[in-house]
């Protein structure tokens, strides 16, 4: 019999819908820069946010789906809220506007495949390899090249950058306190809890951009654009084809994906945005491209070389797990 999950893949989940996500995710860097131009970064992330809860709570309701059923659940997306929405979105997007372009912005991000690659094994007591340790050194010297070749980086601009680099350390909790808590959980339903967690962006935000930012909006059709694009390509329709790649068997592409961002994000901005890169910046970006792709390739040679002595284990009779003998 053909299971469900033994399906081929149509021509447009095995091409297009990657190649759609993978410009949707990275020209948001663009777009975001673009809405820093006319709204200072709390303000623009708290109408973000209030917009995307907006759109989705009737689909949440037209759909019927449940909100979470447990405290725990709700501290668990409340927490991955927090580090994402709040404190990744809110000191890149500071960053930016202290001057990080968004191509240095997209690479820093990019490293975060690399340590999630590091950190999460040592949470479940595996060993590295070790071209693991050297595809996370190759990234860690790439984005070094590319930060320090850009001439015009100032006082502001490093302040900016280490705004920066705090927000890839916030995305990475962030995802692996989701894997810890998610693990063997089904949990509520995506539209539900990216209503939840864009709602503790919003509260958390909302405040400071009072308190702190003037609240000014220069409403025009740029800006209109840019908040539509990241409302609706950024924090809907990227989402639905992530959900929809991951559930037609693309999840080890989609994280593939993630690595050409640097170089796709800098591409658009070089045409959105006029912004343009030194010679031993591009070096640089190619040297962290092949680092994230050295750590990423090793790590999957690995699980699936693991994968495969297990189940060669399972079938030999008698036989268990490394090599013990049941007999």
């Known amino acids: 019999m053909t299971s469900a999950h033994s399906v081929k893949p149509s021509l447009w989940w095995s091409w297009g819908a990657p190649i759609v996500f993978i410009l949707l995710w990275s020209s948001g860097f663009s777009f975001g820069k673009i809405g820093l131009q006319y709204a200072e970064p709390l303000t623009l992330l708290s109408l973000r946010y209030a917009c995307v809860v907006i759109a989705l709570l009737p689909v949440q309701h037209i759909l019927g789906l449940s909100w979470p059923a447990t405290r725990r659940e709700w501290s ?12 990744y979105f809110s000191f ?18 990019s490293l975060q495949p690399i ?9 479940t007591g595996e060993r590295q390899s070790l071209l693991q340790w050297l595809g996370l050194a190759l990234g860690l010297i790439g984005a070094v090249i590319v930060i320090t070749s850009g001439a015009s980086l100032q006082a502001g601009s ?9 927000s890839l350390f916030a995305l990475t909790a962030g995802v692996l306190y989701e894997r810890i808590s998610s693990s063997g959980v089904a949990g509520p339903h995506p539209v539900t809890t990216n209503i939840i967690q864009c ?3 919003l509260v958390f935000c909302l405040p400071l951009a009072l308190l702190m930012e003037t609240n000014h909006i220069e409403f025009n059709w740029p800006f209109t654009g840019a908040l539509a694009y990241l409302v609706l ?9 992530l959900l929809a790649m991951v559930r037609r068997q693309q999840a080890a592409r989609v994280s593939a994906l993630f690595f050409l961002v640097p170089a796709c994000a800098s591409v658009v901005a070089m045409f959105m945005l006029g912004e343009t890169m030194a010679p031993a910046g591009w070096i640089g970006m190619t040297v962290a491209i092949a680092g994230v ?30 090599g013990r003998s049941t007999r």
């Open 233 to 241: 390509c950024n924090s809907i329709i990227t989402i639905s084809l």
């Open 199 to 201: 709602a503790i962006g």
């Open 115 to 123: 340590l999630v690659g590091i950190c999460a094994p040592k949470l």
């Open 76 to 87: 668990n997306i409340c927490i991955v809220g927090l580090l994402i929405q709040f404190i």
């Open 293 to 322: 792709l050295l750590a990423s390739t090793s790590t999957a040679t690995t699980k699936k070389s693991t994968a495969n002595t297990l189940t060669a284990n399972a079938q030999t009779p008698g036989r268990a797990p490394h």
């Open 158 to 166: 490093w302040f900016g950058l280490v705004l920066v680099v705090i």
């Open 92 to 109: 890149s997007y500071v960053g930016m506007k202290q001057g990080v372009s968004a191509g240095t912005v997209a690479l820093i991000v």
